[in-house]
């Protein structure tokens, strides 16, 4: 007999993908979708997303690494947290889990409205404050929801407030606009345990089958990225996704470079994972800062059509350290130091769909926080 899990379908941020409750999946009979060797819970939720198929036609997902997520989500014991939650990636053309991907940036945005529904966090006027524990990262997130009252007699706003969704706020790569979610992370910096450069220098020399050597950026704020240049990928930084995509030679180079650059981090034989991430990088279009194209998953050929929040935060953190690939192409920045100087830096990072934002908090000499903006919607 089925057993029915209760789920919300959420778009956010550029991802999409539906939050679950730990306690309606642990809820599931353990005599159903259970293999050993995989965590049960995160198991669930892959086979509810549809994983191991291209296009998730059984499932909730949609055959994409941005649309193959899911977040389980409890109330938390830990001080200073809220809500605990954990980040499912799962895979698309094999069943299962990636428990290499860390954190979703764009995902997280959709948990403070979650929580306030699902009554794990009382909402409070004009704004709730959910405070969040990442399981996978030990990343600490603020996220700052619009909530309102309704109208009473004689047009009085009262009652419980209610998440807010419609708003004015645009964001790159998706339609329409939304309420303004903000997003506070706190403690990602060396999610490795290996610190923000963990092979310990700003640039490295990785060597690929050609013969040839590639410099990279081995950087980890939010997560851990490997950046090159785009001339050293033979890209100028304006192609599409959809030529990128098609451009096999381009996607086996790119997670050549990737899989290299993982040896060099510590991270060993990363086949088959898609952490870290690779990107390539150029100067600023628009009156952005460094400009990207942000591989999702070169093995899938998948470029993303837009920007992953995790990246966003490692891209602003690179520009910000002297000595990167990044920074050396990044404009209008303060680079010229061995340590970010103290304060908020706002990068600005055009990619397809336009740009992205982030605000890079650095102090006494060390990059500690960041902060966007997103807008959800509950489908």
């Given at each position: 007999m089925a057993h029915a899990v209760p789920y919300t379908l959420f778009r956010s941020g550029t991802s999409k993908g539906p939050l679950f409750l730990r306690k309606a999946l642990e809820a599931v009979p353990k005599s159903r979708w259970f293999e050993a060797g995989v965590d049960r819970l995160e198991h669930i939720a892959a086979t509810l997303v549809g994983s191991g198929h291209p296009y998730g036609v059984d499932g909730l997902g949609g055959g994409r690494s941005s649309t193959n997520k899911s977040i389980i989500v409890s109330g938390s014991t830990v001080e200073g947290s809220d809500v605990d939650c954990l980040f499912v990636q799962s895979r698309i053309n094999t069943f299962g889990v990636?428990?290499?991907?860390?954190?979703?940036?764009?995902?997280?945005?959709?948990?403070?409205?979650?929580?306030?529904?699902?009554?794990?966090?009382?909402?409070?006027?004009?704004?709730?404050?959910?405070?969040?524990?990442?399981?996978?990262?030990?990343?600490?997130?603020?996220?700052?929801?619009?909530?309102?009252?309704?109208?009473?007699?004689?047009?009085?706003?009262?009652?419980?407030?209610?998440?807010?969704?419609?708003?004015?706020?645009?964001?790159?790569?998706?339609?329409?606009?939304?309420?303004?979610?903000?997003?506070?992370?706190?403690?990602?910096?060396?999610?490795?345990?290996?610190?923000?450069?963990?092979?310990?220098?700003?640039?490295?020399?990785?060597?690929v089958s050609s013969g040839r050597k590639v410099r990279v950026s081995c950087v980890d704020f939010s997560r851990p990225m490997v950046l090159v240049a785009c001339d050293d990928l033979g890209l100028t930084g304006s192609e599409t996704k959809l030529e990128l995509d098609a451009d096999t030679g381009l996607m086996d180079l790119a997670e050549e470079v990737r899989r290299e650059a993982a040896m060099k981090m510590g991270m060993g034989n990363v086949e088959g994972m898609t952490s870290p991430k690779i990107a390539c990088v150029s100067p600023g279009a628009g009156g952005a800062n460094i400009n990207t194209r942000y591989f999702t998953d070169p093995s899938q050929r998948d470029l993303h059509y837009a920007l992953a929040m995790t990246a966003c935060q490692c891209l602003g953190a690179a520009s910000l350290i002297d000595g990167t690939v990044a920074s050396e192409i990044a404009s209008g920045l303060p680079t010229d130091s061995l340590t970010p100087a103290d304060g908020d830096h706002e990068v600005i990072v055009s990619h397809p769909s336009g740009s992205s934002q982030v605000k890079i908090v650095a102090e006494n000499g060390e990059l500690v926080a960041a902060s966007y903006v997103r807008t959800v919607r509950k489908i």
């Open positions: 990636d428990g290499s991907h860390g954190d979703c940036g764009n995902m997280v945005a959709s948990v403070g409205a979650f929580a306030i529904e699902k009554g794990l966090v009382m909402p409070a006027l004009p704004s709730t404050r959910v405070r969040v524990r990442s399981l996978n990262t030990g990343t600490r997130y603020e996220i700052k929801v619009q909530t309102k009252g309704l109208p009473g007699p004689g047009g009085v706003v009262g009652g419980v407030p209610r998440v807010q969704y419609s708003g004015d706020q645009m964001i790159a790569g998706v339609d329409g606009t939304g309420s303004p979610v903000v997003v506070t992370a706190k403690g990602m910096a060396g999610t490795l345990g290996r610190g923000i450069l963990p092979t310990g220098n700003a640039s490295d020399l990785v060597s």
